[in-house]
């Protein structure tokens, strides 16, 4: 499964359905190590997999499914990451 080189729209959408799956609190030890591989393998790197560990925690202890970890992950990647892009001209 190659969750990494989605568009960034596609991203948006399966991470509010992601966090709308983790909001059902009594598949919580089911969903909690697929939501930490499933954030790992959406975003790459260093904080793809520091946002894989927050987000195994945010769904394995109780009261705190409300917290939307794919979606803050999105927009911390897409919205206020300082990451610049370069534009090559041939």
């Not at 983790?22 to 790992?40: E, N």
């Amino acid at each position: 499964m190659n969750l990494e080189n989605l568009s960034k729209n596609k991203k948006l959408i399966l991470g509010i359905v992601f966090d709308l799956i983790g909001m059902i609190t009594f598949i919580d030890l089911i969903w909690a190590p697929i939501s930490g591989i499933l954030m790992s393998k959406m975003y790459a790197g260093r904080h793809g997999r520091i946002a894989g560990i927050f987000s195994f925690v945010e769904e394995i202890i109780p009261g705190f499914d409300v917290i939307p970890s794919f979606t803050i992950m999105w927009f911390y990647t897409y919205v206020f990451s300082k990451k610049t892009e370069t534009i090559e001209v041939k």
